[in-house]
């Protein structure tokens, strides 16, 4: 059965990092894109970043430019997303999915449990 698990969140002080993992299993990321969603509270969720297969295009969300860091790791059949300069508006649910990167309404496969971001002092 494929999947996605995503970890790595936690509480974090305003301007701290966090280092997001979405790991895969029943199925290679070196065949399928990987987008970050979020979902803040009392919103819709929204795009925040994604990887094509090979690494070779990476996009970015204006609320993630200068921020964050998308990034993969093969072997270990995992994207990672690298928080930095946390702010407490970014408080919020962080999910993965597989698809076609950059078109975010087609990565939609294999939706993860999602895992908490609380950035708050």
């Known amino acids: 059965q494929p999947q996605l698990v995503e970890s790595g969140g936690g509480l974090v002080q305003p301007g701290g990092s966090l280092k997001l993992s979405c790991t895969a299993s029943?199925?290679?990321?070196?065949?399928?894109?990987v987008g970050w969603f979020r979902q803040l509270p009392g919103k819709e969720r929204e795009g925040v970043s994604c990887i094509t297969p090979r690494a070779s295009t990476t996009q970015y969300e204006d609320l993630a430019l200068g921020r964050f860091t998308i990034s993969k790791d093969d072997a270990k059949n995992t994207v990672y997303l690298q928080m930095d300069d946390l702010k407490p508006e970014d408080t919020g649910v962080y999910y993965c999915?597989?698809?076609?990167?950059?078109?975010?309404?087609?990565?939609?496969?294999?939706w993860g449990q999602g895992t908490q971001v609380t950035v708050s002092a």
């Open positions: 999915a597989a698809g076609r990167c950059p078109y975010y309404r087609e990565i939609n496969k294999f």
């Open positions: 029943g199925f290679s990321l070196e065949t399928w894109g």
